[in-house]
């Protein structure tokens, strides 16, 4: 079984609905993180969690908000999505403490909004 | 300011060509981790190597290698003999030290590599 798993794995919706993507992992990771990636942009951080009471804003968070249900669960919703959230997003999670620990992606989440 | 920088944005090769993806860094920090990471059309990010900012050897693994250069700011990636599965896009990335932040991984741009049989 895959460690990082992201539901749903595709979804589309329309401009103005309200959804949540899913992550969990069973890695026990502090850490987790979510990214979205845009075509020619590389991935840019919307939100991070250093642990359950630890949540703090990345470089892109509007339009987004995030819940760290448990250590390993870190869920991402668009709370009126629009078109320009159509992205590929992706949670990672990693160790706490160290500098050097990887980041571990999950298998990501299409998104498409009409 | 941290960048990473990945001029080449697609590359095409014929099977069994050598090829090499270029990545430049920016940071003031002096202590900091490089990363590649490989997505391939399935769309998962899989990891491929870390390396810290005080290791400069060289490192080699299989057909995959990897040359840092701390003076030009580069960590470089060459695949020998490259194979179709190789096909992907491959992304470099910088942690820097930033303490107290968010230890984000800073990403590049990516570069698409297609290898044709």
């Known amino acids: 079984d895959a460690d990082v798993t992201q539901t749903p794995r595709n979804r589309i919706t329309k401009t103005g609905k309200r959804i949540m993507l899913e992550c969990s992992q069973t890695k026990g990771h502090d850490r987790m993180y979510w990214y979205r990636q845009d075509p020619g942009l590389g991935l840019r951080l919307i939100y991070y969690?250093?642990?359950?009471?630890?949540?703090n804003k990345g470089e892109i968070s509007d339009g987004y908000s995030v819940s760290r249900q448990a250590q390993a669960k870190f869920s991402l919703s668009l709370e009126s999505a629009i078109p320009n959230q159509t992205a590929l997003y992706f949670c990672?999670?990693?160790?706490?403490?160290?500098?050097?620990?990887?980041?571990?992606f999950g298998p990501g989440t299409r998104l498409l909004v009409l | 300011a941290q960048k990473v920088t990945q001029a080449q944005t697609e590359i095409s090769v014929v099977e069994k060509e050598d090829v090499t993806l270029d990545c430049v860094y920016e940071?003031?920090?002096?202590?900091?981790?490089l990363f590649w990471y490989k997505q391939p059309p399935s769309g998962e990010l899989v990891f491929l190597i870390r390396r810290n900012s005080f290791d400069e050897q060289n490192e080699i693994s299989g057909r995959y290698s990897w040359n840092f250069q701390k003076s030009t700011s580069s960590f470089n990636f060459t695949i020998t003999a490259s194979q179709v599965v190789d096909s992907a896009v491959y992304f470099c990335a910088l942690r820097p030290s930033l303490r107290g932040g968010s230890e984000k991984l800073v990403f590049g741009k990516g570069t698409k590599l297609t290898v044709n049989p």
């Open positions: 990672a999670t990693a160790r706490a403490g160290q500098l050097k620990e990887t980041q571990y």
């Open positions: 969690s250093f642990d359950v009471k630890d949540i």
């Open positions: 940071t003031r920090d002096t202590t900091y981790y």
